[in-house]
Every structure is written in C-alpha cells, then in structure tokens.
C-alpha cells in the first residue's frame, strides 16, 4: 500500500466554524507532513511530525492545530479561519533517514465565507 | 534561504514531441525528486534521485542528478495528452523540508 488518504476531499466553512481534516497512510511512515498549497504555486509546508512528535512548525497561525493520534494518522484543526485560508490542504508522508522523499495525498481543498 | 530555479515556466507542444524541463541552484543537495501535479490533486512522484550523476528512467520519463550536485532535468519523450499538469522539481533540506521549484507547467496539444 502505496497510499496517502485524505479526507474530506472538499470542505466549506465559515469563520466561525471549527472543522478537521484528516489523514492516513499505512505504509510505515514515521514522518508526516501538512501542507498549504494556493493555485499555481508549489505548496508550502505547515508542520512536521516525527515519530508522533511536532518537529516542525513553521510560524503557522494558532487557528490551525495539528494532531497526530498514531503513527498511521494526522489531523488538521481549524477553528475561526479567514478567507484567506482557503487553499488546498496536502497531506504527505515519507520514512526517516535515507531515501526519505514524501508520498503526498490527494489533498482537501478548502473554501472559508 | 534555499531556492530552486526551474524553468521553463510553461511549455505548449504537440503531442508525440519530446519535453525537457531543468531545475538549477547554487546550494548543493544530496537528493532530486521530481513530482507532477494534476489540477486539485496532490503532486505525484515521479523519480527520486540520490546520486550524483545518476541517470533514471521511469517508462517514457528520465531524470538526471546533476554532477556538481546543484542541478537537475526531466526529460518526457513521445508526449501525450495525459502528461498535461504541472511539473515541479524538489530537494530534500534541513528537518525533512522539501524545497520546491516554481513548477512547469505543460500543455500537450492533441
């Protein structure tokens, strides 16, 4: 299983709402990733876990806060988000140490009113 | 900070033509990958390189690691339609961070 899940696929929500958004992977990966991605633009990294633990958080705004329950799960909390922040939503996961390159999901694309 | 210079932008060709697309930097890197990206999904990977000069061939897809280990190029042969999306080049930094290229954006006329 060569796979990253992400759900859900489309998500809209208004600046008052709290949602999450979720990932899965089953292949082994001790690292996971959260990105932000605006259109035409190569995504930009959010956050890094590492076997389970924050790693990496790249000034990100306190109104997104990522969770990691398990080595095969992540999520994303959003609460009072801004227009701003819609965007689409890539998870992604790799291995620690050599050969490290990351598999990415096929993304939540997110539209905050 | 790091930055990966891809070009080109954007490339228009006819089907059946041969597609060459390169990333360039003045850091060295120990790893290239190249991803490509169909509209409103995630960026697929397409080849992962970790050796200087190493050359990769992915069905009609190759890839090299630059010898000074600061450049990169993909190269596509026979396109076809479904090669149409946005091709980015990525390396591999500090903490896991994958620095990306700006993205070439292919357009394959039938």
């Known amino acids: 299983d060569t796979e990253v899940t992400q759900t859900p696929k489309h998500l809209v929500m208004g600046m008052t709402n709290k949602k999450s958004l979720k990932c899965e992977q089953h292949m082994g990966h001790r690292a996971m990733y959260w990105y932000k991605q605006k259109a035409k633009k190569p995504p930009e990294l959010m956050f890094v876990?590492?076997?389970?633990?924050?790693?990496i958080n790249e000034s990100v705004p306190s109104r997104f806060s990522p969770e990691c329950p398990n080595s095969s799960l992540l999520n994303l909390h959003l609460h009072a988000l801004q227009p701003e922040d819609s965007a689409l939503y890539l998870c992604a996961s790799s291995r620690m140490g050599l050969h490290n390159e990351q598999f990415f999901g096929p993304g939540t694309r997110l539209t905050v009113l | 900070g790091q930055q990966l210079n891809q070009s080109p932008q954007s490339m228009f060709i006819q089907e059946g033509e041969d597609v060459s697309m390169n990333c360039t930097s003045s850091?060295?890197?120990?790893?290239w990958l190249w991803y490509k990206q169909d509209p409103g999904e995630g960026p697929v990977l397409l080849i992962a390189l970790y050796k200087a000069g190493e050359l990769t061939s992915n069905g009609r897809l190759t890839a090299q690691f630059g010898i000074t280990r600061k450049d990169s190029f993909l190269n596509i042969s026979a396109s076809i339609p479904s090669d149409v999306g946005i091709y980015f080049c990525a390396t591999i930094t500090s903490g896991s961070r994958l620095t990306f290229g700006e993205g070439t954006q292919l357009t394959v006329n039938p």
């Open positions: 876990y590492s076997y389970e633990k924050l790693s």
């Open positions: 850091s060295i890197f120990n790893t």
